[in-house]
DNA sequence: GAGATGGTTCGGGCAGCGCCGAACTGTTAC
DNA sequence: GTAACAGTTCGGCGCTGCCCGAACCATCTC
């Protein structure tokens, strides 16, 4: 099996699909849980995480009689995005409680380690016109950005760093960009740090406090409800 | 099936991975010729094509008694490559005839409708030495490289275009960036009108030529043997 | 120690999918 | 017209792989 087949079987099943999608919330999650997630009996999800994890898609930690598992990394994600995002038509809510559930997801949610949904793309929108990132053809951070990175994130770049400063990352609900990368990762790592979000129920929602909406207005002029 | 799924399923196959890979070089195949080179008979292959049209990933086109085909589009084109480029270790060749074939496309071939394999890559670093395309945080066409983009390959940006000047493509056999988008689709359109290179072989791969080696020094300073 | 909980391994059943060959339709060549 | 060619449809076969339940192992609690 050539490797384009190979590593897209990994994602072309329902339960597996499902680990994965879930997984990009960033955190790590225990077998169980995802079994009960994806409705499927705890041999069945052992199975298959073994499966993403031997792909490479996925990485665990065991500790004690708990097998925690969490997404590789920023590729891996990115690699799921990619394949969901190519999805022509977008799926309509089923029933009320899920509803409820995109509801709130769509307004403000975590995306493996950054911010999405309404509140993302308010966000970048808000960078884009304050200059802080450039919208040319490809995102990219402006020195003023790297300024505010540094000043109103304190974040300083390592010496050997790899990973991109900012990329683009397309939304599924607002199928618009936001802003991935290091710098949509810091952010939403100090938006969670200092409260000016907070994780809502157990999937990927997350709302913004008051405090939030006064940081976001100060720090990038940005109104979010 | 959740959309994932469905979409992964579509690259989860031997024959139709066979398919969406040669479809790279960004060309119409007729069915007949994607059977042959997949191994498979034609009705096999008339049932793979009809998914992959239905999918989206595929367009077709009906000419008399053949039926063309060819990606969708530069979307499709760019999960494929994501799909493809996640793969950890790259495959060994089997024999001679491969071989053979695997090091004239590891010196220079098309990747859709760019250029890839060393020259492409060579052709990436000479652009950003030359301050053309800017490498920081995320690849970006500087003014210089637009005014370039202008003179040396006599293109003009339509009104309402949604393409991207440029993108990141990550080469499979360098493990580098080369230049996608309008740069690199524009680039690599010139150099097979100007005869800068030449496609050999019914694959991907180009030669380049004496004229293309002088034209690539002469214009970006970039030294292809 | 016993019991409960989280996870894994194994065997088996079932469905889906990919493949082929044969028959058929439609187009081009002679 | 006939023959050759490109592609499609359909029935059928075989395999893969997904899922479950049962037994088992490891860890934590009491």
């Known amino acids: 099996m050539p490797p384009l087949a190979e590593t897209a079987s990994l994602l072309a099943d329902r339960t597996r699909a499902a680990f994965c999608q879930v997984l990009l919330d960033g955190r ?6 995802l079994a009960r997630h994806a409705k499927v ?18 990485t665990e930690e065991r500790q004690g009689r708990h097998r925690y598992v969490r997404l590789a990394g920023p590729e891996a994600a990115a690699l799921i995005e990619a394949v969901a995002a190519y999805a022509p038509d977008s799926p309509r809510p089923q029933n009320l409680r899920q509803s409820v559930r995109l509801n709130a997801e769509a307004r403000a949610r975590t995306c493996y380690d950054h911010l999405a949904g309404q509140l993302g793309v308010a966000l970048a929108d808000a960078m884009i016109t304050r200059g802080l990132v450039a919208d040319d053809s490809g995102l990219a951070v402006t020195p003023a950005g790297r300024a505010w990175l540094a000043d109103a994130l304190g974040y300083q770049r390592p010496a050997g760093a790899r990973r991109p400063l900012v990329r683009s990352c397309l939304d599924w609900t607002e199928r618009r960009p936001h802003l991935a990368g290091v710098l949509g990762a810091t952010l939403c790592a100090t938006a969670l740090e200092r409260q000016w979000v907070q994780r809502v129920g157990s999937g990927r929602a997350v709302k913004v406090t008051s405090m939030g909406v006064q940081a976001f207005e100060e720090l990038l002029g940005a109104k979010v409800s």
């Open 28 to 33: 790590a999650w225990t077998a169980g849980e």
């Open 41 to 58: 009996q705890p041999s069945t999800a052992s199975e298959q995480l073994s499966r993403l994890v031997k792909g490479g898609l996925l």
